[in-house]
């Protein structure tokens, strides 16, 4: 509660802080149940091969339709899931569903899939992605997991452990938003990462204002090519950048030029509209990538 008049300038933040102390709560309360009661939904975004136009595979990212708030961004709830510890049986929702839905599609097509660092922490880990294949009845090497940069920095031996009975399993694992973190040559020579992700900020950059930006940005993504991982640039929603990434063989991009994150239904809708077996496959899912 408020102080004194002495403490002006405490008497002016304190409601404001406590607005937020109880907005926090409530979002905390309501996440509780939202799983119980289906609010979340996955949706799925492809990426794209950059040389052959065909869709590699498709990134789940979660969503959370909340009866009053609408839809609630993942950047809004999932810091809080994390610190509450909601993130482990969300994210088990989270592989279980993908895997499921994965199941559905034609088996050279990937799932990716975001871990949070806080599920490293949880021994259930490896058993819970071990179950999400098992149950789907997809191959081990389709799943995709991509992991930030800040996740392995944390806590890196327990990570590095962790990853590597993943690997160990044929599950691909894929270093999310490159170059926003602190990567060093010699942590990046140590990690089994199949993939880089580049992150959005360099790849709208590429395009962008002063020469300077978009130099910085196109080192970023000559170095992530360097590194002789698949590189996916993240974010392209220009015929510019895609070009750029093209000159400078990128592998694969995803992003609104080809596709936002859409619903299951709709990913099944685009799988059915590739061409039947006798046509070669490849143009059609050019046009299914925009
Ligand atoms: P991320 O994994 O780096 O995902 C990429 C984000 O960029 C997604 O935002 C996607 O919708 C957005 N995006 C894709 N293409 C474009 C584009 O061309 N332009 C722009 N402006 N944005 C684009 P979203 O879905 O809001 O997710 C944000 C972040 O939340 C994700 O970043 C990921 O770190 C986290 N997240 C999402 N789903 C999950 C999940 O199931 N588990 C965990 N642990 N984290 C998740
Ligand atoms: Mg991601
Ligand atoms: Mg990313
Ligand atoms: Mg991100």
Same mark, same amino acid.
């Given at each position: 509660s408020a102080k004194s008049g002495a403490r002006g300038s405490f008497r002016f933040f304190e409601p404001e802080l406590d607005r937020q102390l109880q907005a926090r709560r409530s979002l905390e309360r309501d996440m509780r149940s939202a799983l119980a009661h289906g609010e979340f939904e996955l949706h799925y975004q492809p990426f794209i091969h950059?040389? =052959?136009?065909?869709?590699c595979g498709f990134e789940a990212l979660l969503r959370w339709n909340h009866p009053e708030r609408g839809r609630v961004s993942p950047a809004d709830f999932i810091p809080l899931a994390e610190e509450t510890g909601l993130i482990v049986p969300l994210g088990e929702w989270v592989l279980m569903t993908a895997c499921a839905e994965a199941a559905?599609?034609?088996?050279d097509l990937k799932i990716a899939v975001n871990l949070s660092?806080?599920?490293? !922490?949880?021994?259930e880990l490896v058993p819970v992605v071990m179950r999400a294949l098992a149950n789907a009845g997809i #191959?081990?090497? !389709?799943l995709e997991l991509e992991v930030t940069e800040t996740a392995i920095i944390h806590d890196s031996e327990t990570v590095f452990a962790v990853l590597a009975q993943l690997h160990a399993l044929g599950v691909r694992i894929a270093l999310d938003d490159f170059g926003t973190g602190y990567s060093s040559l010699s942590f990046l020579q140590k990690f089994p990462f199949d993939k880089v992700k580049i992150d959005r900020s360099f790849v709208s950059e590429l395009?962008? #204002? =002063?020469d300077e930006s978009r130099r910085i940005a196109r080192a970023v993504v000559r170095f992530a090519v360097s590194l002789g991982k698949t590189t996916t640039a993240e974010g392209v929603e220009t015929r510019e950048q895609l070009d750029i990434l093209r000159a400078d063989a990128c592998v694969e991009v995803q992003g609104f030029h080809f596709s936002p994150p859409v619903q299951g239904a709709r990913v099944a809708q685009m799988i059915g509209e590739r061409a039947p077996?006798?046509?070669?496959r490849p143009a059609v899912r050019r046009a299914m990538a925009g």
């Open positions: 950059v040389v =052959s136009g065909e869709t559905k599609w034609p088996d660092p806080v599920q490293f !922490r949880s021994p #191959a081990s090497h !389709r395009s962008g #204002a =002063s077996a006798e046509t070669p």
